[in-house]
């Protein structure tokens, strides 16, 4: 039976490119060369002493390829270029350990012939150190026992340690070079927002200053056609006079309407600066209240009109009972009275009218206050961007519209440290900021249920700003 040293002499023979260290004095290696003859072709050369460099290179070369070599010819790897028939294992043993310039030339075979080509040295556990400390590089198979083990896999374990400890550095070098290419993008990033926040506000004012003067000239306009002549007996002889009237009736109506809307305009501006300090959330919320108040007082409004039409067309029976029975010497007076109420309540009745043609362009002009607050960046994308890309949030849900969006924060109690994103198709509501993953899972446990009813989970503000970055409104 084969001792164990020849099963690991084999095995890294055979299967692993390492230099094999042979350090067992019990069991010295000479005990193995018929076995190592029988499977390699051999070089063994049992002592170094008064053999030059080039003499060990020159008996390596005659003892594997059994050809004569010159006196010159002293390099390995053009001797394995001229004899090797690239179909033969070769394995070299020393024993003792040989000069640099031999220990170079053998390692260099074994990276020429990969596989083919392997060294063992039979040395002592001192001289096993100096190899490992000299070659800290160089994959080393220690074979027998000793101290030179023992200091091998300290050593070994030291390399590696220095090996990782430059990884770390190299690793942070780089992490601070990402970090400081990241600030960089981000500083052009937010350059170009403010540009384009300050061409949209110029937009803005722009078209708020032609809307002033048009509504100013409209006034003006209609100040003109105020100023002409009129009497009663123009009004009996020219039927045309009360529906001008009627037309100049409808222009001060759509004035009144166009200052609304301007109005109404101004008041979301003024709003928007003086709560800028507010999260998207918050104002939201405020907004969904606001419109069902709206709505509210809309209601109560169209039953208080109804109930003064109702009470005009009582006036009006009453006037035509009195022009009845009047006596006939006022004639032109009975005749004048019914005209002129006649002529009252189809203005009013005009004006109900103008009213509810212009409900759609109430509408359409609310639609475009919701968009011009959409594209004003009134979502807390800035805010997300200005933080840290490792932090994380709770989001707490994701809706592809602004009406459940609105619906959304209009049922919660609270919206204090909500914030909501907006990326190219969905709206996101978040809440807090945390330093790790783990605070803000263990936050979520810490929340009211109807903040978590619909799948609270820890998000990555990286994740947020990479959907923001890729929305091109903003």
């Known amino acids: 039976m084969r001792p164990q040293n020849w099963d690991r002499l084999f095995y890294n023979l055979s299967f692993t490119h390492a230099v094999i260290l042979y350090s067992e004095p019990k069991d010295p ?22 053999l030059s460099d080039d003499k060990i290179i020159q008996t390596i070369a005659k003892q594997l390829f ?45 990276r020429y012939l990969a596989g083919r080509f392997n060294v063992i040295f039979e040395i002592t556990p001192a001289q096993g150190d100096k190899f490992i400390n000299d070659y800290p590089s160089q994959t080393v198979s220690l074979i027998g026992s000793g101290q030179a083990e023992t200091n091998a896999k300290d050593n070994r374990a030291k390399s ?10 190299n690793t942070l070098a780089k992490t601070k070079s990402n970090k400081a290419d990241e600030k960089t993008k981000s500083t052009q990033k937010k350059t170009g927002l403010y540009v384009g926040l300050g061409g949209i506000l110029i937009l803005f004012c722009g078209a708020l200053f032609w809307l002033l003067n048009k509504a100013e000239t409209k006034d003006q306009a209609n100040a003109k056609a105020e100023i002409q002549p009129s009497s009663q007996a123009e009004q009996v002889d020219n039927p045309s006079i009360p529906q001008q009237n009627a037309g100049t009736a409808k222009q001060q ?37 606001n419109q069902t108040s709206e709505k509210a007082d809309k209601i109560q409004s169209d039953a208080n009109g109804q109930s003064v039409t109702e009470a005009g067309d009582a006036d009006d029976k009453t006037a035509d009972n009195l022009v009845s029975g009047s006596n006939s010497d006022s004639e032109l007076t009975q005749t004048d009275k019914p005209e002129q109420v006649q002529s009252e309540h189809s203005e009013t009745n005009h004006q109900a009218n103008g009213n509810q043609a212009n409900e759609p362009e109430l509408a359409e002009s609310a639609l475009n206050q919701d968009e011009t607050q959409a594209d004003s960046g009134y979502y ?8 840290k890309a490792d932090a994380y949030v709770i989001q707490l849900t994701l809706v592809s519209s602004q009406k459940v969006l609105d619906e959304y924060l209009a049922s919660l109690k ?15 509501v978040t809440y807090g900021i945390y330093a790790t993953q783990q605070q803000a899972i263990k936050a979520i446990t810490q929340l009211p249920e109807e903040l ?17 970055s890729d929305k091109t409104e903003f």
């Open 29 to 50: 290696l000479i005990r193995y060369l018929s076995d190592i003859q029988d499977e390699f072709c051999l070089s063994y050369i049992p002592s170094l002493t008064g």
């Open 66 to 110: 059994s050809q004569p070599v010159g006196l010159g010819q002293s390099d390995l790897k053009f001797l394995l270029d001229q004899f090797d028939n690239n179909d033969i294992c070769y394995v070299v043993a020393i024993q003792g350990l040989p000069s640099d310039s031999v220990i170079n030339q053998l390692l260099q075979a074994m």
């Open 160 to 169: 590696n340690n220095a090996k990782d400890k430059k990884t770390v550095t």
């Open 253 to 289: 109506i759509d004035a009144i309407e166009n200052k609304a809307i301007i109005q109404e305009n101004m008041d979301f501006v003024d709003k928007a600066t003086a709560e800028k300090d507010m999260t998207a959330a918050e104002f939201f919320a405020r907004q969904a209240k």
């Open 380 to 387: 807390d994308n800035l805010w997300f961007k200005a933080q």
């Open 414 to 428: 609270t919206t204090e440290k909500l914030n909501i994103y907006m990326s190219e198709k969905y709206f996101g």
């Open 452 to 468: 978590t009813r619909e799948g609270a989970f820890a998000k990555s503000v990286a994740a947020i700003q990479k959907l923001i």
